[in-house]
């Protein structure tokens, strides 16, 4: 099956007709309350048992530069990003862009107040007098500017089929029930909608048709699903510092916890701290691994950058830690408010010397909850930092999922000694198992033995300071091995292997979404594609198998320099010349459409006949 | 028969030996192993059980002296000028533990300018150590940020820069427990330590603790015999156990003042100074000022307030640390999971 969420009934769909399945872009200016409209038509189609998905595509500014939002509802399915068909023009900034990219008939939705709207014959162009339409309201300044975004809500909803008590429903959610805001804008949509019912004529065939593909679903965010994943592994303190698009990560987890941990006479079982910069953030996580208490933080590239000699310490100390990269697009301040695949090959072997670092890499909501507390497990049981990477798409976006699964073990808290149980001859890093994983103590532990020097400098296995050769080269040598234990504990990869595939994908995190839909456009032109989605580095043997399996891998990721192609090459040397790299950023999404046209040449390669015609 | 003082026991049953550490590698003569002598035997005098105390260093001389003292604690070696960070976390975990800081001047008031500051804004529960020498030890002879201005040093050359303010910092960034001693005044330092131990935040002791390698010249304000010849003590001070009575020595000039500290232990401070009051954080801004001006060092509790809430106390921790938290607390039932997700 194609998409995994994918549980429906084929929609009719008569000639001419398009039953949900296209794509609508609204382009309004930032900070002018569009979201809310946005979220609400979303929240409209998912109610209707559509699937739905949403991508904002939003300035780094607060007010006034234009942001777009994106919605493809798809009958089968589909979640990534589309050229649009009907797009909601309310900017004047982004007026003559926005019609000149809608395709011949397209649909315009236009703010009919705006002047100078160029006129395209071949599109079917709705315009709504906003200011008429606002005249009852009593609202003022910028709430009366927020509302004016409810009258394309009202408007669009109608032709496409929603009805008014449906808009109704996923406003009062979208506001969760808080009935005074939701009073202010129901009556705009309201009467936006009957508007369009009395006064346009439907000249489109763009429509909405209930479904029961979403009954199962909840609507959410990767952040949102993360902060919560990451409560229920027992997070219990919090350091970070503000970075887009990782805020809205810890937001979600503190309300998390001030609903879920909090004493019923008000007393946290967690602390937050907002702390003065990614360096502090990363100390304090650190603090609290060592003191042992499972600790987390999150951020985006440039606080990655800022945690590179923390995260050295941590990884030679072996202190437990938790980082989420909300991948954003870099080098520097870059594309803070776009999203990218760019921060890999960095995070992995993050800090100066050797090492290197587990690194999840959640490709679905569902995953950013499953994630959120199983990074714990592992950076408890290898006692070592964990990065998690996800990217902006998938955090900051709004997505279908199935409803999360509870945690299906106990907890994995590691080699922990307590009391009496530490041995007269403890040794920190003695390799006692012979996994590279030595057993810890905690601070506050009342055995004397348990204490210990946790330090960056040379040490030997009593973490007592050391400059001897052999100290050196065995210490470094054990984490070695540590590194090996931990391929076993990291989540396998999806695969999907066609038998008749000469060419394998293998991908991370959310382009999984459009490359899954190209290959279903190449299976139907006879084109067969395996597929690898990586969940964590470092790989297993199941990387080796898939790569050995076919006669080209090609390696998709959302970066200029085909950071994963070139791990994945150093870790496979023997079968790095069949390794190719597919490497592409330009800060948005992947659409399936340019999935197929880089795979092309590499089925081509292998002897199979070109697609000429992409769908 | 006598024991000697080194084995006998204190009120935990442990000996004077048992809070000692690793031998030190410092210089001999370095005013850094003063210090760790002088925690070592204040650990002893208060019966501190070392697994109730983690120890934390940044990097440098001093960094490295925690090794030195408490081998029966815990201890993390930081980065350097990121030890409050460390700090802030593990005793956010684990705020049943006390903290023992070592700095230096160069961790302190150079890379770690920022995170001594928000430290003490936090007002996490520790005690935080300055072994100050106006001088970079293991890099052989820079200038740190508190060397004096015009100070000459055979590397470096003459500083034209005015020094960082340990003390001053500190007082402008809400610390409730400001403090200077001076590594050859042990008698000082033991109350001081003492005291610190006992306050409800983070205290800070800038102690003058002369580099007998690179900056002992004696017309250095960071050397012993200027440290000797021009040390202007505010007050004597005397630590007072929490079961204790005071008895103010009569034959301490000047009028004592008693702190109570949040332990329950007392302060007495005796004026040797007139007019001096440590509660007004105005009057020892401008004596440091004063002190600055006159070439003089200035010692003695500088500053105290205890009215600003720990760290813990400010988020609302409640006894239990985070560290002991039961998996069934830590992670939420099955049914809490199910009604979050209701509202998707």
Not at chain 1, 48 to 59: A, E, I, L, T
Not at chain 2, 91 to 117: E, P, Y
Not at chain 2, 197 to 224: M, Q, W
Not at chain 2, 277 to 297: F, I, K, N, W
Request: aromatic residues 8%; negative net charge.
């Amino acid at each position: 099956m194609a998409d995994p969420l994918s549980t429906t009934r084929a929609p009719s769909r008569p000639e001419g007709r398009r039953v949900s399945d296209f794509s609508i872009v609204v382009g309004t200016a930032n900070g002018t309350g569009s979201q809310t409209a946005n979220l609400t038509l979303l929240r409209s189609i998912f109610q209707m048992g559509v699937p739905v998905h949403g991508k904002n595509v939003f300035p780094s500014n607060i007010q006034g530069l234009p942001t777009w939002f994106h919605i493809r509802t798809s009958a089968e399915g589909w979640v990534a990003r589309q050229a649009p068909e009907i797009a909601v023009a309310y900017n004047a900034a982004t007026l003559h862009e926005d019609v000149a990219a809608l395709p011949p008939g397209g649909v315009l939705v236009l703010n009919g107040d705006l002047r100078g709207a160029p006129e395209r014959d071949d599109v079917v162009t709705y315009r709504v007098p906003v200011k008429e339409l606002m005249e009852d309201a009593t609202a003022k300044g910028k709430l009366k500017e927020y509302l004016a975004n409810m009258t394309y809500l009202g408007v669009v909803a109608q032709l496409l089929g929603v009805p008014l008590d449906v808009v109704h429903a996923a406003l009062e959610s979208q506001f969760g029930g808080r009935r005074k805001l939701v009073d202010a804008n129901y009556p705009i949509v309201e009467k936006a909608w009957r508007w369009s019912e009395a006064t346009l004529e439907k000249r489109d065939p763009f429509t909405i048709e209930p479904m029961d593909a979403t009954d199962e679903l909840i609507l959410i965010t990767g952040n949102d699903a993360a902060g919560l994943g990451s409560v229920f592994g027992g997070a219990s303190f919090v350091a970070w510092y503000p970075i887009t698009p990782s805020t809205s990560l810890v937001d979600a987890l503190k309300s998390h916890l001030v609903d879920l941990r909090t004493d019923e006479d008000g007393t946290p079982g967690w602390t937050v701290i907002q702390a003065e910069d990614e360096l502090a953030a990363i100390g304090m996580v650190l603090g609290a691994g060592w003191a042992g208490a499972r600790s987390v933080t999150a951020t985006s590239g440039p606080g990655i950058s800022l945690m590179a000699e923390f995260t050295g310490l941590g990884y030679f100390a072996e202190i437990p830690a938790v980082v989420w990269d909300v991948q954003r697009v870099g080098p520097s301040t870059g594309l803070p408010t776009r999203t990218g695949q760019g921060d890999v090959a960095f995070a992995y072997t993050l800090g100066h010397g050797d090492g290197k670092h587990p690194v999840f890499l959640p490709g679905s909501v569902e995953e950013c909850f499953e994630f959120g507390w199983r990074a714990f497990d592992v950076a408890e049981q290898a006692q070592t930092p964990v990065f998690v990477l996800t990217d902006l798409d998938l955090g900051m976006n709004t997505w279908m999922a199935r409803r999360f699964a509870y945690p299906d073990e106990p907890m994995k808290r590691g080699k922990v000694l307590r009391g009496d149980d530490i041995p007269d001859d403890f040794g920190r890093y003695r390799d006692v198992d012979g996994d590279g994983i030595a057993p810890r103590t905690l601070p506050g532990d009342p055995n004397p033995r348990s204490a210990w020097f946790a330090r960056g400098t040379g040490h030997d296995d009593a973490a007592v300071y050391s400059e001897r050769a052999e100290d050196w080269q065995a210490n470094t040598e054990r984490l070695a091995r540590k590194f090996d234990t931990i391929r076993g504990l990291m989540p396998a990869p999806i695969v999907d292997t066609d038998p008749n595939a000469r060419v394998g994908v293998i991908c991370m995190g959310s382009t999984q979404f459009a490359i899954e839909e190209a290959r279903s456009h190449l299976t139907r032109a006879g084109h067969h594609v395996s597929l690898l989605r990586l969940r964590g580095l470092p790989i297993g043997d199941a990387v080796r198998a898939f790569v050995e399996e076919h006669d080209r891998t090609v390696v998709v990721e959302m970066n200029r320099d085909g950071q994963l192609c070139g791990i994945l090459r150093s870790e496979l040397p023997d079968l790095a010349p069949s390794i190719h790299s597919v490497a592409y950023l330009d800060g948005l999404p992947y659409t399936a459409r340019q999935i197929e046209a880089w795979l092309a040449p590499h089925i081509a390669a292998t002897g199979e006949h070109v697609v000429e015609e992409v769908s | 028969m006598t024991v000697p003082a080194a084995r006998q026991p204190n009120v935990v049953g442990l000996t004077k030996a048992d809070y000692g550490g690793k031998p030190s590698t410092l210089c001999k003569g370095c005013g850094h192993n003063a210090v760790a002598n002088q925690i070592v035997q204040v650990a002893y005098d208060l019966g501190l059980r070392p697994h109730e105390v983690v120890k934390l260093s940044g990097i440098g001389c001093s960094s490295k002296s925690p090794a030195y003292f408490l081998g029966m604690s815990h201890g993390f070696n930081a980065l350097h000028g990121r030890m409050p960070s460390i700090a802030t976390g593990a005793l956010s975990a684990n705020h049943a533990l006390r903290g023992v800081g070592v700095s230096g001047d160069g961790d302190t008031g150079s890379i770690g300018l920022g995170q001594f500051k928000h430290l003490l804004r936090r007002n996490v529960r520790m005690v935080y150590l300055v072994e100050n020498n106006g001088v970079y030890g293991l890099t052989k002879g820079q200038f740190s940020p508190t060397a004096e201005d015009g100070l000459r040093l055979k590397y470096a050359g003459t500083n034209p820069f005015p020094p960082v303010e340990i003390c001053a910092e500190a007082l402008v960034s809400g610390c409730g427990f400001v403090a200077r001693g001076f590594a050859g005044d042990a008698k000082q330092l033991r109350e001081l330590l003492k005291a610190a131990l006992s306050h409800r935040g983070t205290a800070v002791i800038d102690i003058i603790s002369p580099c007998v390698a690179f900056n002992n010249e004696d017309d250095s304000r960071k050397s012993y015999a200027y440290g000797r010849s021009n040390e202007v003590p505010l007050e004597d001070i005397g630590w007072v156990p929490p079961q204790d009575d005071i008895v103010v020595d009569d034959h301490e000039p000047g009028e004592t003042r008693v702190i109570e500290l949040h332990d329950g232990s007392r302060m007495a401070l005796t004026k040797v100074e007139a007019g001096y009051d440590p509660s007004d954080r105005g009057v020892a801004l401008t004596r440091l000022q004063q002190a600055e001006d006159r070439g003089e060092v200035l010692t003695g509790l500088l500053y105290f307030d205890d009215q600003r809430p720990s760290l813990a106390e400010a988020v609302g921790l409640g006894e239990t640390p985070l560290v002991e938290l039961s998996e069934e607390r830590l992670r939420p039932p099955r049914e809490a999971l199910e009604r979050v997700l209701d509202r998707y």
